[in-house]
């Protein structure tokens, strides 16, 4: 789940791109970063738990991160697509 997530956030600068330009697909880009951060360092987080045989902790750590990341889009992006 959380690997489809860093994909799709990777994905969105390229439907942004195509839609609007180069240089508006950046600026309307920028707040998506902080999600794809957030995503890829829990994504990191699960993984290493799941080496170190947590899976208890690796499964926490993915509902944590719908629920950081459903948070972050109300916050920072804005509750409406």
């Known amino acids: ?3 489809a997530i860093l994909i799709r956030t990777i994905a969105e600068f390229y439907r942004l791109r195509h ?3 180069q240089a ?4 309307r880009y920028e707040p ?3 999600g794809l951060l957030i995503d890829a360092l829990l994504c990191l987080l ?4 799941l080496f170190w045989r947590k899976p208890r902790a690796a499964a926490i ?3 944590a991160t719908i ?6 889009k ?8």
């Open 61 to 63: 750590t993915c509902a």
């Open 46 to 49: 699960a993984v290493l738990l």
């Open 74 to 81: 109300v916050v920072v992006i804005g509750a409406a697509p």
């Open 1 to 3: 789940m959380q690997l």
């Open 24 to 27: 508006e697909a950046l600026v």
């Open 67 to 72: 629920i950081v990341l459903l948070a972050y």
């Open 32 to 34: 998506y970063l902080g």
């Open 19 to 21: 839609y609007y330009g």
